[in-house]
């Protein structure tokens, strides 16, 4: 057999050689560095929008790794729902996961029934009853539900999201990146600057799969969920993807924390994120920030103008442990890299005067409450249940009552880590975080409670009555008891 002679130029081609088909590889298996990919987008038409959802496992590319897990509509990009306010939406869910995991044990705050499943409007204001918003309906596998949406006239427009809402399963099926975009449109796309700018979703998930011998990830373990976190934060299911802009260019970036137990505090190197919506709503001004920190639940809307041509990292800022989640230091990560390239363009960034009529609600005033509630989170140190007020979630419980109508003041405190307050159907003013007064306030639906930092904020009960919860949304600790249930009473 003869011997082809190589020379240090020909050694040198096929080294390279190498590497192109190593980083085609790579890309091919979705591993980094691709442009970021946005999800399927659905939109309503004349008012309506009729769709069909899907919960199934299915197989995927996550990073360099195959991996099996739970999905709505087999992807790990669910399609973003776009619609109006007073739009009517009909959404058919169908739960396609096996019959198995399905136990009902005694103590609802055991996590359980990993395949049940059913749906919740993050931050949308609709009714929690009957086929709407109702996160106490169970969906079997096997089993379908016609869900119906009905936004009011006056709904305000901007970022939500969706996720299964099921006790005792939440955190397993949010954690296998089953959570999508809701964007009602209007408000703040309607000023001329904010319009011209690409819109971006980014949906930010730590998905805490194992390999099997098989080289296939699943997440089939509640004990996977408990552990510290080690893979990295993805981004609408990629891992560091890039963001290209113009020089000069301005970008509307739509982040949703739809994690479930990590604290993601995001800077953008050499560029100020300037924020004008939290939780979807719009604070009425633009305000610049080195930084922005995203407890699970939480959303942002931040305006990007691009400044010269090179690369910068979207970074995740590392955190000590007492300023995390679950008493857990949070590592510095590059979350994804942004390209700045091409031709410079013109654009500007609107102004807070431009901006204030967008805000959706009028702040509450302190002469107009009428009660008040004490939220206290909590770890019962003898067993493994956490619980709100010494008590954990009781699905039999006489809810709360609150007033419709009323305006109440809610004081939230922790005993034991931090923890992101979250309650459907009604936003809440935000007034003061530990000693500081917030001046503004902040309209959210999600504040994360810091221990020895408590929370005071502002809520008006509006529109509609019927049950619905406020809990904990680490949603490991929502699925062993840090719930509660409360009823809106005529």
Not at 9 to 35: M, Y
Not at 159 to 166: G, I, S
Request: proline share 7%; hydrophobic share 40%; aromatic share 8%.
């Amino acid at each position: 057999m003869s011997r082809i002679a190589t020379t240090p130029k020909v050694r040198l081609l096929a080294v390279v050689l190498s590497f192109c088909l190593a980083v085609g590889w790579l890309q091919a298996q979705n591993c980094e560095g691709q442009n970021l990919l946005q999800p399927e987008i659905r939109d309503s038409e004349n008012g309506r929008l009729d769709t069909v959802m899907t919960v199934a496992y299915a197989v995927n590319i996550l990073g360099c790794d195959k991996v099996n897990l739970r999905n709505y509509e087999a992807t790990l990009r669910p399609p973003t729902f776009k619609v109006k306010a007073g739009d009517r939406i009909t959404m058919q869910l169908n739960n396609d996961l096996p019959h198995k995991d399905m136990n009902h044990p005694a103590d609802p705050n055991v996590p359980h029934g990993f395949n049940i499943t059913n749906f919740h409007t993050h931050g949308w204001h609709i009714s929690p009853t009957g086929n709407s918003d109702n996160v106490l309906l169970e969906l079997e596998p096997g089993q379908g539900l016609l869900y119906e949406f009905n936004l009011p006239d006056d709904h305000p427009a901007g970022t939500f999201w969706y996720h299964p809402h099921k006790h005792g399963s939440t955190a397993m099926q949010v954690a296998s990146a089953m959570g999508g975009a809701l964007i009602v449109e209007g408000g703040l796309d309607n000023n001329p600057q904010i319009a011209a700018a690409k819109d971006r979703i980014m949906i930010l998930q730590q998905i805490p799969y194992e390999l099997g011998d098989d080289g296939i990830g699943t997440i089939e373990d509640f004990a996977q969920l408990q552990g510290e976190y080690t893979r990295p934060t993805f981004v609408n299911g990629q891992v560091h993807p890039v963001i290209r802009m113009k020089p000069g260019e301005v970008q509307r970036w739509r982040f949703i924390q739809a994690g479930i137990l990590e604290l993601v505090h995001l800077s953008l190197q050499g560029h100020e994120l300037n924020v004008i919506a939290w939780d979807g709503l719009a604070t009425g001004s633009i305000d610049p920030h080195e930084s922005v920190e995203l407890a699970p639940g939480n959303r942002v809307d931040v305006l990007v103008k691009a400044g010269a041509p090179g690369t910068y990292q979207l970074m995740k800022i590392a955190e000590q442990p007492d300023q995390g989640l679950r008493n857990l230091p949070t590592n510095e990560e590059l979350v994804a890299t942004v390209v700045v390239e091409g031709y410079p363009v013109v654009m500007s960034l609107p102004n807070s005067a431009e901006l204030a009529k967008y805000k959706p609600f009028r702040d509450i005033r302190p002469d107009q409450l009428q009660s008040q509630k004490d939220v206290v989170f909590a770890k019962n140190n003898s067993s493994t249940f956490f619980n709100i007020n010494g008590v954990p979630f009781n699905p039999n419980e006489v809810p709360w009552q609150l007033k419709l109508g009323h305006y109440e003041q809610w004081n939230l405190s922790s005993d034991d880590q931090n923890h992101p307050f979250h309650i459907h159907v009604n936003p809440f003013m935000v007034v003061k975080i530990g000693d500081e007064e917030l001046n503004p306030p902040r309209w959210m639906d999600t504040i994360l409670v810091r221990k020895g930092k408590p929370v005071v904020f502002y809520t008006f009960y509006k529109r509609y009555i019927g049950s619905f919860v406020f809990h904990c949304h680490i949603l490991n600790h929502e699925d062993q008891g840090m719930m509660r249930l409360v009823e809106i009473v005529p």
